[in-house]
């Protein structure tokens, strides 16, 4: 039976090999990606991927599980950070979101993509996806106003993810992205809706 030693340095061995697949998805795409690139980049033998991860399916859903931990401790920094009325934590709860899914692109496709199982919210699958669920929920109850708070925190979620997916492959106009993003953080998911307007965004002397 290996030592204390020994587990730490094996531990510390899968460790790196995740986060050099991070940061060789991210320069060369998820295609770029192999067990030779890993041994390589890690300067370890291929070995020790297999021993610690016995396809590349493993390998992405443990860079994907990482990446939902960091998520999540962005939002949780970001609410934390938000020193005005509760109902501010969603605009920085928001822009944390769409910062690290820009900035993360390959790694944002292993965690939203990839990896169907890690499904955020649900019971049954790592700490950190549903980590993150919380994370948004807890920035948009102050919002709730009788309204499911779950279902809403879904709502948000979808909001961003769509923004993010749309803007990335160049469905929506450059020059309305801000004022996109203001949307989703600042009014979209507020009720009653600010004056002026309705639920459904049409102008308030519609029938």
């Known amino acids: ?13 899968r460790d790196l090999i995740v986060r050099v697949a991070r940061e060789l998805a991210e320069t060369e795409g998820w295609a770029g990606v192999s067990t030779r690139r890993l041994s390589e980049r890690a300067e370890i033998d291929i070995g020790d991927v297999y021993r610690h991860f016995a396809d590349l399916e493993a390998l992405l859903a443990a860079v994907a599980v990482c990446a939902f931990a960091d998520l999540a401790a962005d939002l949780a920094e970001a609410h934390a950070d938000a ?15 769409l910062d690290f899914a820009y900035a993360n692109p390959e790694v944002y496709d292993a965690m939203l993509a990839l990896t169907p199982d890690l499904a955020l919210g649900v019971d049954g699958v790592p700490a950190a996806p549903r980590a993150v669920f919380t994370e948004l929920r807890a920035a948009l109850a102050p ?6 708070p779950d279902t809403l925190a879904e709502v948000g979620w979808s909001l961003l993810h769509g923004v993010v997916m749309l803007t990335r492959g160049g469905r929506l106009r450059p020059e309305g992205q801000e004022e996109r993003e203001a949307m989703i953080a600042q009014r979209l998911l507020r009720w009653p809706c600010p004056a002026g307007g309705n639920s459904l965004g049409a102008s308030a002397d519609m029938p």
Do not use: C, S
Request: aromatic letters at 6%.
């Open 1 to 13: 039976m290996p030592g204390p030693a020994e587990k730490a340095t094996e531990q510390d061995r």
């Open 143 to 148: 919002l709730a106003e009788g309204r499911d």
């Open 83 to 97: 020193t005005d009325e509760p109902e501010g934590a969603w605009p920085a709860v928001a822009a944390a979101y």
